[in-house]
Nanobody, 127 residues
Framework: QVQLVESGGGLVQAGGSLRLSCGAS????????MAWFRQAPGMDREFVAT??????RTDYADSVKGRFTISRDNANVDLQMNSLKPEDTAVYYC??????????????????????WGQGTQVTVSS
């Protein structure tokens, strides 16, 4: 099993910044992507960003491109969020496909590609 714990959420004014962190423990071996997703009230969970095992490849949702930056240190992953907007308000979830071995800089935007999820951290952006 793998445990993922997010931190860093909170309330911020529009235009501000937050940095989310996700710490992993347990069976964190392997070469696998990690990602951030978010879910706003009444909405489906949506992809935000993903990063390969090496960190050499990243992918972002169009809505956050240029404002958010994903990074990782082994099995831990961060999300730097700048120029936040009220529409970024959501619960943010860290996801991992730990204990798998992928070749190359594999990433995925699909929630089904990830086997482990954190409990989520609330981000609220006021206008």
């Amino acid at each position: 099993q793998v445990q993922l714990v997010e931190s860093g959420g909170g309330l911020v004014q529009a235009g501000g910044s937050l940095r989310l962190s996700c710490g992993a423990s347990g069976r964190t071996f392997g070469t696998y992507p990690m990602a951030w997703f978010r879910q706003a009230p009444g909405m489906d969970r949506e992809f935000v960003a993903t990063i390969s095992w090496t960190g050499g490849r990243t992918d972002y949702a169009d809505s956050v491109k240029g404002r958010f930056t994903i990074s990782r240190d082994n099995a831990n992953v961060d999300l730097q969020m700048n120029s936040l907007k009220p529409e970024d308000t959501a619960v943010y979830y860290c996801a991992s496909d730990a204990a798998k071995y992928y070749t190359g800089d594999y990433v995925s935007r699909e929630a089904a590609a990830y086997n482990y999820w954190g409990q989520g951290t609330q981000v609220t952006v006021s206008s």
